[in-house]
């Protein structure tokens, strides 16, 4: 019997997934993985997915499907590769997106390590994705989930053909509709349990009073500047804006005004009409390609510069083994720094990288 470690945050998928795999006949191990400590980083118990309720939650799911479940401490590598990298982004001018560097450092990485450690031949988490094995390349492959509205195709696409292979996404060829049915008819407490949101560590939303707690540092005023230099008022610390916001900036100006650059050096946030947003060209950098070996000449491809973003066709051309250069067919608005570039034929995912 093959033996699955799965990734329980105590949430209504992975307990899905969980009881889809126990059907299947694997002998499943459940795993909630504890990131951090809520006291550390500010927050209630109960406002996050490392609640003492979500542990709880995902220890009472296993009981009720009859496998064993244990609690992982991660703290120290979720800390030092989501939380870090998170806050530098934001102090360099960037905007960061620490689920993907949770998947690729957290759930496939230190994740797969334990699950070897402890005889597990699969991880299987609740991603709604799929993988299939494609014999003509002997390549396994990564592909958006059939229910598109929770697609998190763009949040794994730096998965290694070694994780790809070990990797269960039972919920892909799932709707959530049906997910939550299936939790119903287990009878399995987490079937009507809100979907987490927003950034786990930061349940809030406010990045901004987030980085300021942890660094223990106050981000000096600035100066809003035009894109002539003209200064325009007074910004409240660099790190409290985003490319493309317009809202929030406390300024009172004859049009419409959008962040489009943040000037670290100088601390000064540019700001331009809508105009000033669209890009055309751009550079993504730590490059994974999954459906290829390595890709040597340009090719077209449709992409996502944002999780949430519509795709639009472009002209890939590799620059090195682990970096592109982009040219949309069509100028997208407030492509970033910091976010990834996604890239898609149909709806497999092609590879991806870090917008730089």
Not at 65 to 93: C, M, S, W
Not at 180 to 202: M, N, P, W, Y
Not at 298 to 327: F, L
């Amino acid at each position: 019997m093959k033996k699955a470690l799965i990734a329980m945050s105590g949430g209504v998928d992975s307990s899905v997934a969980a009881a889809v795999m126990k059907d299947r006949g694997y002998d499943c191990v459940g795993v909630t993985m504890k990131l951090y400590t809520n006291s550390e980083i500010g927050i209630k118990d109960t406002n996050s997915c490392c609640s003492a309720d979500d542990i709880a939650d995902a220890r009472s799911v296993a009981f009720s499907l009859g496998i064993p479940h244990y609690v992982f401490n991660f703290t120290a590598d979720f800390e030092n590769e989501v939380i870090k990298r998170f806050v530098t982004q934001y102090e360099t001018g960037g905007t960061p997106n620490p689920c993907i560097d949770c998947n690729k450092y957290i759930k496939f990485n230190a994740l797969f390590g334990r699950a070897k450690e402890i005889g597990c031949e699969y991880i299987v988490t609740g991603h709604y994705a799929r993988i299939k094995y494609d014999a003509v390349s002997g390549r396994y492959k990564l592909y958006k989930a059939v229910d598109k509205s929770k697609d998190q195709s763009y949040v794994l696409y730096s998965m290694t053909q070694q994780e790809l292979a070990h990797t269960v996404f039972p919920l892909g060829e799932y709707n959530k509709t049906d997910v939550r049915e299936i939790a119903e008819q287990k009878g399995l407490l987490t079937a009507r349990k809100h979907d987490s949101q927003d950034i786990c560590f930061v349940p809030d939303g406010d990045y901004a009073a987030f980085i300021e707690k942890y660094t223990g540092k106050e981000y000096p005023s600035g100066d809003f500047v035009d894109k002539q230099g003209n200064k325009l008022g007074t910004h409240n610390g660099i790190i409290r804006y985003t490319i493309g916001q317009r809202k929030g900036l406390g300024l009172a100006l004859c049009k419409p005004m959008y962040v489009c650059e943040k000037d670290v050096v100088n601390n000064r946030v540019v700001l331009g009409e809508n105009d000033s947003l669209m890009c055309r060209e751009f550079d993504a950098e730590d490059f994974n390609w999954i459906s290829y070996d390595r890709v040597d000449s340009p090719m077209y491809a449709t992409v996502k510069t944002r999780y949430k973003c519509t795709e639009s066709t472009a002209k890939v051309i590799p620059t090195s083994d682990s970096s592109v250069h982009i040219v949309l067919e069509q100028p997208q608005r407030a492509v970033t720094s910091g976010q990834a570039v996604v890239l898609y034929n149909g709806d497999e995912v092609l590879g991806g990288g870090t917008i730089v």
